[in-house]
């Protein structure tokens, strides 16, 4: 297929290229992406340029053959039996990159998604609660796909903290955030990390037809701008053909885009 | 063998006020359901539940017997936030211990093993500590010294849990594709009921599963509960899915008072699990 004959890629595919990339350098670790854009990310990553991960069915099994999204009947050849009891010793042997979601994030990365309010004795919004997040954050490499790009979401402080960010981490001391690693951040606007000297989030790259000031305008704290911010990449042709007939043929990816 | 046969009324009259339950399953997946609605028809009450969340902790936060729950997370799977257990949260009044799921685990794991606590890093720099007072650091007493979370033990006065299978004597089989941590809730209690969707004799197990299914020991268990469709409407695989479209009728009852009390009327006071599925099962 050439490049000619592939229509332009859409918001959905410039997203799912900018979080696969999330996993490039990982080698032969299990790729564990929560919903259905990151999914396709770490199918994709797989696919073409990190050809040795493993990922799960979501079920209890980790998938030898590349794995449909979205297709309920879609079943996985197993190579390894892989129960939850078997996914919390993996999280906690740092062989992992998971990809979750946050209701709020501060610009150090602590994340919530347990409760809203002050008031942990009553919460004004009682979300998931802890979830996996704190064992997460701290044993193995974390990304988050945030489809809510606003100040709602990004926030001065958050509510409470499941997984700790870098001001957190830098409080308890090198031992314990030896293995704390929040690789990726990103929305429908960008991609952001933090590569900075103080590990506050900064932004990496700019989905096309997006500015600068759209991005600061919907966050709620202070972003690391570089003087030149790039565009975030394109999909090659073969990695469009890949995710459009293969990975995600209903286009399932589309539902999270508001 | 022991015939440990019982009903699930039987099982009520052996707990009590105050009483630790831990409940087996995984969000709205194989849980003791029967056993559940047992309990919500007593008259018990301050109860501490402990669980991997599903409408097991969101029917009886809102049936007001709760006053301690411990979880990871609470869930309907198909529908991420149980909305009974959001409200009861939301009202306030329920003391709860909120945990990573991976280090609740480990309080079921040190219960079972009876040891006070194991280690791990799990909830270091999160509000899991914060907001958890109770739970304290450890400093290992090796040369690395490092600080860790002692996550203490769960100890259970009783545990429920739903199996595919299980013989009389209390030996049960799993047949579906997770087991979720239904031996360290049964080994983390000093009593253990288990409902089954069938009991059948010792010697059919092999011609149900592989041995690998055949994971609690009946050591661990008091009493066997044969209840066909135990688990509605969660799911358990292979006898059954989830029961979706029953699912959301329970979710939507959380918006509308007038719709909880007539579900409440027409399933849950129903007074047996013959009485239930009859429900369910009416035009």
Redesign the interface.
């Given at each position: 297929m050439s490049a000619e004959s592939t229509s332009e890629a859409t918001l959905d595919e410039i997203v799912v290229i900018a979080l696969a990339e999330a996993f490039r350098g990982n080698g032969e670790i299990l790729c564990n992406p929560i919903g259905t854009v990151p999914m396709c990310a770490g199918r994709l990553a797989r696919e073409t340029f990190e050809p040795d991960m493993v990922y799960t069915d979501g079920v209890s099994v980790l998938s030898a053959e590349l794995l449909p999204v979205g297709v309920p009947d879609a079943v996985a050849v197993p190579e390894t039996y892989m129960p939850y009891r078997t996914i919390f010793d993996l999280v906690w042997s740092g062989r992992r990159h998971v990809v979750m979601g946050a209701s709020q994030m501060d610009m150090y990365g602590n994340q919530n998604f347990a409760a809203i309010g002050d008031d942990y004795s009553k919460p004004k919004a009682q979300l998931l609660g802890m979830r996996g997040a704190p064992g997460n954050l701290i044993n193995n490499k974390t990304s988050y796909w945030i489809p809510n790009h606003s100040t709602r979401v990004f926030v001065p402080k958050v509510d409470v903290v499941s997984g700790p960010g870098y001001d957190r981490m830098r409080e308890l001391g090198e031992q314990s955030s030896r293995f704390h690693h929040i690789v990726r951040v990103v929305t429908p606007l960008c991609a952001m990390d933090f590569e900075t000297d103080d590990n506050r989030m900064r932004l990496r790259s700019l989905h096309p037809g997006v500015t600068v000031d759209q991005v600061v305008e919907n966050t709620g704290f202070e972003l690391v701008i570089p003087d030149d911010v790039p565009e975030s990449r394109q999909p090659t042709a073969e990695e469009l053909q890949i995710l459009r007939t293969q990975i995600d043929p209903n286009g399932a990816r589309k539902a999270e885009f508001g | 063998m022991p015939n440990k046969l019982m009903s699930e009324d039987d099982v009520i009259a052996q707990l009590s006020d105050g009483m630790t339950i831990g409940i087996g399953g995984?969000g709205s997946r194989r849980k003791p359901m029967s056993l559940v609605r047992a309990l919500l028809r007593s008259d018990l009450k301050d109860l501490t539940i402990v669980s991997y969340?599903g409408p097991d902790v969101g029917l009886l936060a809102k049936s007001g017997k709760v006053r301690k729950l411990a979880?990871?997370?609470?869930?309907l799977d198909s529908i991420?936030?149980e909305p009974h257990?959001?409200q009861a949260?939301?009202?306030?009044?329920i003391?709860?211990l909120?945990?990573?799921?991976?280090?609740f685990?480990l309080g079921l794991l040190a219960a079972a093993h009876r040891v006070p606590f194991y280690p791990?890093?799990?909830?270091?720099?999160?509000?899991?500590l914060?907001?958890n007072p109770e739970i304290r650091t450890v400093t290992s007493p090796y040369d690395?010294g490092?600080?860790l979370v002692a996550i203490p033990a769960m100890n259970l006065d009783v545990a429920l849990i739903h199996m595919n299978r299980a013989d009389a004597g209390g030996n049960g089989q799993f047949l579906g594709?997770?087991?979720?941590?239904d031996d360290l809730f049964a080994m983390a209690a000093e009593k253990t009921f288990m409902s089954c969707e069938k009991v059948i004799p010792t010697e059919d197990f092999l011609k149900e599963g592989t041995v690998h299914t055949i994971k609690i020991p009946r050591i661990f268990v008091n009493g066997v509960i044969e209840a066909p469709r135990g688990a509605h409407f969660t799911e358990c695989p292979p006898d059954y899915g989830r029961d979706e479209a029953f699912q959301k009728e329970y979710a939507a009852t959380a918006k509308d008072p007038d719709a909880w009390e007539a579900f409440k009327a027409r399933y849950l006071d129903a007074p047996s699990h013959e009485a239930y599925l009859a429900e369910v099962d009416a035009p």
């Open positions: - | 995984w969340g979880y990871g997370f609470v869930s991420p936030l257990f959001r949260r939301q009202a306030g009044g003391e709860v909120e945990l990573d799921e991976g280090a685990q791990c890093r799990a909830g270091l720099g999160s509000d899991m914060t907001n690395d490092e600080e594709p997770d087991l979720y941590f």
